[in-house]
C-alpha cells in the first residue's frame, strides 16, 4: 500500500429507493465470509480505519479452537480485504503483561500521526488492550488501560482538555448480564482517570440489559457521534442492536440527545443465524468528511463481517426524532 496522488475510494452503496431507515446494508453482505484464512473459522467485530490511498483492518479471527487473535487486513477499496495469516505481533516493553491468551474486538483510532489499537485482551480476565503503530507493520504495546473486567475501549480521535479520552465497559468476567458506559481521561496514554458515567441501561427492551461503545465516535459540530450497541435479554438469549446518540464535544460524558429505539437490529439470515444468533455488533464507521457518508462496519452473528450505510444527517436527524 504505497502512498500515491489517487483519491481514495469510499465504500458506499446510495441508499435503495424503497429504504426509509436512516441506516442500509450493503446488498452484498457479508464482505468476509466463514473460514476467511486457513487459521480462523469465523472473522467479525474488527476495526478499519482509512490509511495512505486504501484501507487497514484490525481483524478479531476465531481459531478453530475458539480462541480469538488479531490479524492484520488491507484493502483499496475498503470492501475486499487481503487478510495476513499470521497473528499481529506486539513488541512489549520490559515488565509488560503483554497479550494474552485472547484478543478481541478491537477498534482503531488515528491521533495526529498515531494509530492506536485498543481490543479487549486477557490478563487475568478480560481488560483493555492498547498499542500504537505509525506504519501497520512494527506494533509496540503499552500497559493495559485498566483493570479486569472491561471491555469495548474505544479512544477519541482527538485529546479532551489536553488528555487522551476512552469510553470502556466495566463488566465482570462472564457472558455480562449488565453494563454501562464510563469515559476516562489520561496525560499518557498510561495512567487513566476523570472517570464519568456516561450511558447506561434505559427501560425501553432494546438496551435494557447493557450497552456498549461501538465505532470510534466522530466529531461533528451538533456533538460527537457515537454508534454503540445496545443489548437485550430473551428466552433465546442475548439481542445485539445498533443504537445512536450524541455528546457534548468538551465534556463527552454529558449526553446530548440519544435514540430511544435501535438504529439497526438483527434482521437477516447472516445477523439472525450463525455462531451466536441476533448479533449486529458495530466496530468502525469510516466517515467523508466532504459528504457527511459514513460506512459502518459490524460483525454478524459473531461469524461474519458486513456494511452498512449512513450519514451524519441521517444520523442526527434519527437521534432527534427518537429523543
Known amino acids: 500500500m504505497n502512498s500515491t496522488n489517487k483519491q481514495r475510494y469510499f465504500p458506499w452503496k446510495d441508499r435503495p429507493d424503497n429504504c426509509g431507515e436512516a441506516i442500509w446494508r450493503d446488498s452484498a453482505n457479508p464482505i468476509i465470509g466463514r473460514n476467511p484464512i486457513p487459521a480462523a473459522l469465523r472473522i467479525y467485530n474488527s476495526a478499519v480505519v482509512p490509511y495512505k490511498d486504501g484501507y487497514v483492518a484490525v481483524l478479531r479471527a476465531d481459531y478453530r479452537d475458539g480462541m480469538p487473535h488479531l490479524h492484520l487486513g488491507k484493502s483499496r477499496d475498503g ?13 512489549s516493553r520490559q515488565g509488560m503483561p503483554g497479550v494474552g491468551a485472547f484478543a478481541y ?24 488492550g492498547v498499542a500504537y503503530t505509525k506504519d501497520f507493520e512494527t506494533f509496540i504495546q503499552l500497559e493495559n488501560a485498566f483493570l479486569p473486567f472491561n471491555r469495548n475501549g474505544v479512544l477519541f480521535p482527538k485529546k479532551i482538555n489536553g488528555n487522551f479520552a476512552m469510553l470502556s465497559r466495566p463488566s465482570d468476567n462472564g457472558h455480562t448480564p449488565f453494563g454501562d458506559v464510563f469515559y476516562s481521561e489520561s496525560p499518557d496514554m498510561c495512567y487513566w482517570g476523570r472517570h464519568r458515567h456516561v450511558l ?25 457521534l457515537l454508534i454503540y450497541h445496545g443489548v437485550m435479554n430473551t428466552c433465546r438469549g442475548f439481542v445485539y442492536s445498533m443504537g445512536a446518540a450524541l455528546l ?12 430511544n429505539k435501535a438504529l439497526m437490529g438483527p434482521e437477516t439470515d447472516y445477523e439472525i443465524s450463525g455462531h451466536v444468533p ?16 459514513i460506512a459502518v462496519y459490524y460483525g454478524a452473528a459473531d461469524t461474519t463481517t458486513c456494511l452498512a450505510y449512513t450519514t451524519i444527517k441521517h444520523l442526527t436527524d434519527f437521534i432527534k426524532a427518537n429523543s
Open 105 to 128: 474486538d478491537p477498534r482503531v483510532t488515528r491521533i495526529d500521526d498515531t494509530f492506536y489499537i485498543t481490543w479487549c485482551n486477557g490478563y487475568h480476565g478480560p481488560t483493555i
Open 248 to 259: 457534548d464535544l468538551e465534556q463527552p460524558w454529558k449526553v446530548l440527545a440519544r435514540g
Open 200 to 224: 447506561g441501561t434505559t427501560k425501553l427492551w432494546w438496551e435494557s440489559t447493557k450497552v456498549g461503545a461501538g465505532a470510534v465516535p466522530i466529531e461533528t459540530p451538533e456533538g460527537w
Open 278 to 293: 441476533n448479533v449486529l455488533f458495530p466496530c468502525a464507521a469510516v466517515h467523508e468528511e466532504s459528504s457527511g457518508r
Open 79 to 91: 470492501i475486499n480485504w487481503q487478510i495476513e495469516h499470521g497473528q499481529i505481533v506486539f513488541e
